[in-house]
């Protein structure tokens, strides 16, 4: 009988220090719960931007593309040291977009950490090159090189000839741009605004001495 009572208390204090152990997992997944201020993924300012997929020109060949890898989710808005992303949605045979690569280049060369005149954060240019559902028009990847290489751009091209990122990001036309922090979140978008890209890079990047 003795041996039974002995067994019993052993068996209820494991079983209260399961309890204990269950409710502080609990209370803590509330606390993460309560704290945690997850963020949408979508393209709207205040999101977090969809992926791009695909592979992407560099100049020299087609290599497997990392849109992630851009990104540093630590960090801080006011941070000088993180590096911004300016993405463009373009079509070759693009009209617009044959009208504003020459800026395009311009502002990749002027907001870049080689620009000793440039005291604000490096902005990665990246152009994603569609093909618009336009009658007799068609896109290659040779075409989409020689635009790269007829503007002098420096900066990368991911192939959407099959339109995958346009539609994930839903992109009604081109060009469109975006304005993307450091930590993958949108901070501007060229849609329904009369501000350009460059304004917007001056406007909205953190500077050393500002």
Not at 54 to 67: H, I, L, P, Q, R
Not at 156 to 183: A, R, S, V
Not at 185 to 194: F, R
């Amino acid at each position: 009988m003795k041996g039974k009572l002995t067994i019993d208390d052993n068996a209820g204090t494991v079983g209260s220090a399961a309890l204990s152990v269950a409710s502080l997992f609990f209370i803590a997944i509330m606390i993460i719960a309560f704290t945690a201020n997850p963020v949408a993924i979508g393209t709207d300012v205040g999101e977090r931007a969809p992926d791009v997929e695909g592979k992407a020109y560099n100049g020299t060949s087609w290599v497997e593309f990392d849109f992630e890898s851009y990104f540093d989710t630590t960090w801080e808005e006011g941070n000088t040291s993180g590096e911004w992303v300016a993405i463009i949605f373009m079509d070759t045979d693009c009209p617009y977009c044959q009208q504003s690569a020459s800026s395009q280049s311009q502002w990749a060369s002027t907001y870049s950490s080689n620009n000793p005149n440039w005291n604000g954060p490096h902005v990665n240019f990246l152009a994603s090159a569609t093909e618009l559902d336009i009658q007799g028009h068609e896109t290659s990847r040779a075409e989409i090189q020689e635009f790269r290489s007829d503007y002098n751009h420096n900066f990368p091209y991911i192939d959407d000839i099959d339109q995958d990122n346009m539609k994930e990001w839903g992109i009604p036309g081109t060009p469109n741009y975006f304005l993307i922090q450091p930590d993958g979140i949108i901070a501007w978008v060229s849609d329904n605004t009369n501000e350009d890209l460059e304004d917007a890079i001056i406007r909205l990047t953190p500077r050393d001495g500002a």
